[in-house]
């Protein structure tokens, strides 16, 4: 009986200390796996803005070589597009408002670069006041459509909708594949990046398809907010 007895509370010690060395490492387990999404996530940002910046530069540069009137303004959408990147791109979450105002002087520094925009398409609809969203999550999307969706004759067709509902934001981006497209695996580490970053802060709340039909390439995401 003594035996019993004697065993009892050390039998309870024992699994306490079990449970405090599991906690312990579970607390650690859990903060490791948050500083490498972190790390993850500043590389794929530092990835992501050169690439940017390189091919906005060359924008500008193709309008400059033009002595094209619309320089100036082109000089003055890239620097609001550079003060996002460089005070908002940094933050965890930025207002789904002041992303959006991105992605409209993106595609309209595009409009000034291109020479038929004609058929250049952005519809935004819904309210964003009140919601957040990581920065710079939807530009390689909008990126690549203009990348590719230019033809041999210089048209360019690139249909962007975003539909902001209650609890979602619905992403969908359409190009017609120019007859002389780089192979897809040229497009940079853009494409690959947000999709790492899309699993990383969104991993089981998001949808993602990706259509190629040798005509036309369509994304459609969904993000549960």
């Not at 079990?18 to 948050?34: G, Q, T």
């Not at 979450?93 to 058929?119: H, T």
């Amino acid at each position: 009986m003594s035996i019993v007895v004697f065993s009892v509370p050390f039998v309870t010690s024992t699994a306490l200390r079990i449970y405090i060395e599991w906690r312990r490492n579970d607390d650690l387990r859990k903060i490791v796996e948050k500083e490498k999404i972190n790390s993850e996530l500043q590389f794929l940002k530092t990835q992501l803005n050169p690439h940017f910046l390189f091919n906005s530069l060359n924008a500008i540069y193709s309008l400059s070589v033009k002595n094209s009137p619309d320089t100036s303004d082109a000089i003055i959408n890239i620097s609001e597009l550079m003060r996002y990147m460089l005070y908002e791109a940094d933050k965890e979450f930025v207002p789904l408002g002041k992303e959006l105002e991105y992605i409209q002087n993106y595609v309209r520094l595009q409009r000034i670069r291109l020479s038929d925009s004609e058929n250049v398409v952005l519809k935004i609809s819904g309210e964003d006041k009140g919601k957040s969203i990581p920065p710079l999550l939807f530009i390689s999307f909008i990126e690549n459509a203009f990348k590719y969706g230019t033809d041999f004759k210089g048209r360019t067709n690139v249909k962007i909708n975003l539909s902001i509902e209650k609890e979602s934001i619905h992403l969908y981006v359409m190009n017609k594949i120019g007859a002389f497209r780089k192979k897809v695996e040229s497009s940079g580490v853009g494409l690959v990046n947000i999709k790492n970053r899309l699993t990383l802060l969104y991993p089981n709340s998001h949808d993602l398809t990706v259509q190629d039909d040798g005509v036309n390439y369509e994304v459609n995401l969904t993000l549960k907010l």
